[in-house]
């Protein structure tokens, strides 16, 4: 089992910058592939960004390619989220989520089974 905590949100206004932190507690980080999805208000969970293993491989959904950055540490048992020229619809609780499968990376919820419980991030326009 695996505990993971994200950290890094706040308010900022368009067009700055932010990187959350996911943290995870369990011995077998690097085992895992993990993912960043978002929730806004009103809306279901979508996915963000996703990073293999190794962290070889990433993959972004298209509104944040270019402006998002996904990478971890395995040293440190921690995935970031780098996020430049945020926009208001950026706005959302942010999640970090952990799988064991055979591809690096999955744009699918139900491949992840364990998630952190979300950090807030708004941007203001």
């Known amino acids: 089992q695996v505990q993971l905590v994200e950290s890094g949100g706040g308010l900022v206004q368009a067009g700055g910058s932010l990187r959350l932190s996911c943290a995870a507690s369990g011995r077998t980080f690097s085992s895992y592939a993990m993912g960043w999805f978002r929730q806004a208000p009103g809306k279901e969970r979508e996915f963000v960004a996703g990073?293999?293993?190794?962290?070889?491989?990433?993959s972004y959904e298209d509104s944040v390619k270019g402006r998002f950055t996904m990478s971890r540490d395995n040293a440190k048992n921690t995935v970031y989220l780098q996020m430049n020229s945020l926009k208001p619809e950026d706005t959302a609780v942010y999640y970090c989520?952990?799988?064991?499968?055979?591809?690096?990376?999955?744009?699918?919820?139900?491949?992840?089974?364990?998630w952190g419980q979300g950090t807030q991030v708004t941007v203001s326009s």
């Open positions: 989520a952990a799988r064991i499968a055979i591809w690096p990376t999955s744009v699918e919820e139900k491949t992840y089974a364990y």
């Open positions: 990073i293999s293993r190794s962290g070889d491989t990433t």
